[in-house]
């Protein structure tokens, strides 16, 4: 069983950011990389802000923040990554920018390096096929926000060995994690489940059944969710919601996953939730309006 102890994280935004910063609090070293160099510092400084919010809550002591960070460092140039003992992709849900992103990095890649992907909905046996070692292939979906969120979905791909899914189940462990299993079918559990009831809320508000304000209410109080499904969209990012939609739609063919026409309209108009300022609530005064 491969000995982790060096972790790749490819891409800096919210996931990638905290996947480094659960395994630099675990004691790994962490290669942090993005092809925008200006999101790496960012990244670097959204890690530091959230672990200072920890340290005030006394969830963390401030050593290890400390010994955390100087676990984290900033890689330029993606065949860096290649040097680590496990590399995870954290890019945007695009199949095809993953796939770019494996085959650039393949070559470059240690012979003993494993490859994961945090995909949330797109295929570990398709993402594996792009790289020259399949059977060291997983998904390891880790749920938004990382630090606060105690799940991470373990996928294998069709050529994924055990040996890679024991050590992919040991490290996310050792990260604090509790680990499920799901197979390799489009969206996992927790998308499969989540997403398509974010979209039901959405053709709900399309129909006229309740506004937002009425839906978001209704599920918090009615069904004991922590949030409502459109806030929630808002939160994940009509973008992402839309993309898992698709893959849903397209992977399973069954009219139940068509994406709802007014979620494909907001993500035209780039209302796509909190990061864009506006989605069905609006984010840019002092407290979020529907914007329906």
Not at 20 to 45: F, N, Q, T, W
Not at 190 to 215: D, H, Q, S
Not at 240 to 245: A, F, K
Not at 248 to 265: I, M, N, Q, T, W
């Amino acid at each position: 069983m491969v000995d982790i102890k060096s972790v790749g994280v490819i891409g800096a935004g919210q996931m990638g950011s905290g996947i480094a910063h659960v395994c630099a609090l675990a004691g790994y070293d962490v290669l942090l990389h993005d092809v925008a160099p200006e999101r790496i510092s960012a990244g670097v400084k959204a890690i530091e802000k959230n672990m200072t919010r920890q340290v005030s809550r006394g969830i963390i002591e401030p050593a290890q923040m400390e010994a955390a960070m100087a676990h984290i460092h900033p890689a330029k140039e993606l065949q860096d990554v290649g040097k680590t003992d496990l590399a995870i992709e954290a890019a945007t849900e695009d199949e095809d920018v993953k796939k770019a992103i494996f085959k650039a990095l393949t070559p470059h890649l240690a012979p003993t390096t494993m490859l994961a992907s945090n995909t949330s909905s797109i295929s570990i046996t398709r993402l594996a096929s792009t790289t020259d070692r399949p059977e060291r292939f997983i998904g390891l979906h880790f749920m938004n926000p990382v630090p606060l969120m105690n799940l991470v979905e373990i996928i294998r791909g069709i050529a994924t060995d055990a040996q890679t899914y024991e050590t992919a189940v040991n490290f996310a462990r050792s990260l604090g994690k509790t680990t499920a299993n799901a197979e390799d079918f489009p969206a996992f559990i927790v998308n499969r489940i989540l997403v398509p009831m974010i979209n039901e809320a959405i053709y709900t508000l399309y129909e006229g059944v309740g506004t937002v304000e009425a839906i978001d209410t209704a599920l918090k109080l009615g069904a004991n969710h922590p949030m409502g499904p459109l806030e929630l969209g808002d939160f994940i990012g009509l973008d992402t919601v839309l993309s898992i939609m698709n893959v849903l739609h397209e992977g399973l063919a069954d009219s139940k996953y068509r994406p709802c026409p007014l979620l494909v309209k907001y993500v035209e108009a780039g209302w796509v939730g909190r990061k864009s300022g506006r989605g069905f609530y609006d984010y840019r005064g002092e407290a979020p309006v529907p914007t329906r």
